[in-house]
């Protein structure tokens, strides 16, 4: 007898919309997890149907409270483990800590560390993620990480919406590789803006100058996330000094922690692209902001990994972090 694979998805309640999208990528139905609080905040979940001997992929972005998402999801792997699953994967749109990758000062963490510790204990098998903050994280798992880029899916908007005299700005040294990638990709120029963040202090940044020309030209800054805003908006205020003629911001994980959306809504962009890995409450819309989906992406990756086939070759072999 030849066993029949099957797979089972199911989602965290951190971002259904986009596990949603996902599930109608694959043309599969969501299972249900059957998540619910006691009345003291503990969580519990049982699946409604069988994982005996299935591949399971579990969705959930880490946000809102990053916390509470990473212990539900890690509850749900256990669940899953214990249910006698084949194989577990443990899906996660925007990883949580993930700027906790290494110790800048004496006495701090490597949280980002920790969560792949936490997320091996439970009992997962594979890991899959979306532009993680550095590709190190990728390093402190023992089982195999799937990295996916939303590059594809920026990489379109971009040709579908400038035509000519474009610049990929990177908002800093760090994000000059992936800034080189666009910019080879898309045929357009590169330029950097060089920034200082004072020692001992988070969501605080000076940008100092531009390097590269951007006078009269297109500009889009291209970064992983914008959580406060603070980076990038410094940056496009240093951009418009330099003459820049129109600024635009792209990322693919949208934190927005306030006051990231007045701020942005002020800025020197006239347009803010951002995909949909972490959900965006009313409150935090405005006018300019556009949101892309990756749930195809998504989607594609874990059809790789479903029929053992090579997640790389989606990317061209240029999914790195």
Not at 70 to 79: K, S, Y
Not at 180 to 190: C, I, M, Q, S, T
Not at 295 to 309: K, M, P, Y
Request: negative net charge; charged residues 25%; contains cysteine.
């Amino acid at each position: 007898m030849i066993p029949k694979r099957r797979m089972i998805l199911a989602s965290g309640r951190s971002h259904p919309e986009l596990s949603a999208k996902i599930a109608a990528h694959l043309g599969i139905e969501l299972s249900e997890p059957n998540l619910r609080e006691f009345a003291n905040g503990e969580v519990h979940c049982r699946f409604d149907t069988s994982l005996r001997g299935s591949d399971v992929f579990l969705i959930q972005t880490h946000c809102d409270s990053v916390n509470d998402s990473i212990m539900e999801q890690l509850i749900m792997i256990d669940a899953a483990k214990r249910a006698s699953a084949k194989r577990i994967t443990a899906v996660c749109p925007f990883y949580g800590y993930s700027r906790q990758d290494r110790k800048s000062t004496g006495r701090e963490p490597i949280t980002a560390k920790l969560v792949a510790d936490m997320l091996q204990a439970a009992g997962v098998d594979r890991v899959m993620s979306v532009d993680l903050h550095s590709g190190q994280i990728q390093g402190f798992f023992n089982v195999p990480v799937d990295h996916l880029t939303a590059s594809p899916i920026i990489e379109n908007y971009l040709r579908e919406n400038v035509k000519s005299d474009l610049v990929i700005v990177s908002p800093d040294a760090g994000r000059v590789k992936v800034a080189e990638r666009y910019a080879k990709h898309l045929g357009a120029d590169l330029a950097l803006v060089h920034k200082t963040r004072p020692r001992g202090t988070i969501n605080q940044v000076e940008a100092l100058h531009v390097v590269g020309d951007v006078e009269g030209r297109h500009c889009v800054l291209i970064d992983d996330m914008i959580d406060t805003a603070g980076t990038i908006c410094a940056a496009g205020d240093l951009l418009m000094k330099s003459g820049a003629k129109d600024i635009w911001a792209m990322a693919t994980h949208p934190i927005l922690s306030n006051p990231a959306a007045e701020r942005l809504k002020n800025s020197a962009f006239s347009r803010v692209v951002v995909t949909d890995t972490l959900p965006i409450p009313e409150e935090h819309r405005f006018d300019g902001l556009e949101i892309l989906t990756v749930a195809d992406v998504i989607g594609q990756g874990i059809d790789a990994v479903f029929e053992d086939n090579s997640v790389s070759e989606i990317f061209g072999g240029e999914n790195l972090a």
